[in-house]
Nanobody, 123 residues
Framework: QVQLVESGGGLVQPGGSLRLSCVVS????????ISWSRQAPGKERELVAS???????NYADSVKGRFAISRDNAKNTVDLQMNSLKPEDTAVYYC?????????????????WGQGTQVTVSS
């Protein structure tokens, strides 16, 4: 059974940084892409950042240049470094396992979800 456990959320001021971590278990981690998605109040979930099994990355336009996703295949972890945070980044952030090794294009390409971690950007 696939399990994804997120940590690292919290309250941060605009312009600040947070690092989210996701520990994955229950499947062949290095064979699948992993993503971070988010859902803000009153909005649909959106794909934020993804990393393929081989380390290729993809980002939503809204976070390019500010967020960085990385993975450690030895530890089965995926991190999301978030810099220059804005109030519009406030959301529940989820770690997702994709359906394949390749970068997911939409949320339909992910199959598993963590429980989520709250990120609040506010002064």
């Amino acid at each position: 059974q696939v399990q994804l456990v997120e940590s690292g959320g919290g309250l941060v001021q605009p312009g600040g940084s947070l690092r989210l971590s996701c520990v994955v278990s229950g499947f062949a981690f290095n064979r699948y892409a992993i993503s971070w998605s988010r859902q803000a109040p009153g909005k649909e979930r959106e794909l934020v950042a993804s990393i393929s099994g081989g380390g290729l990355t993809n980002y939503a336009d809204s976070v390019k240049g500010r967020f960085a996703i990385s993975r450690d295949n030895a530890k089965n972890t995926v991190d999301l470094q978030m810099n220059s945070l804005k109030p519009e980044d406030t959301a529940v952030y989820y770690c997702n396992a994709a359906r394949s090794w390749f970068l997911p294009k939409t949320l339909a390409d992910v199959s598993s979800w963590g429980q989520g971690t709250q990120v609040t950007v506010s002064s």
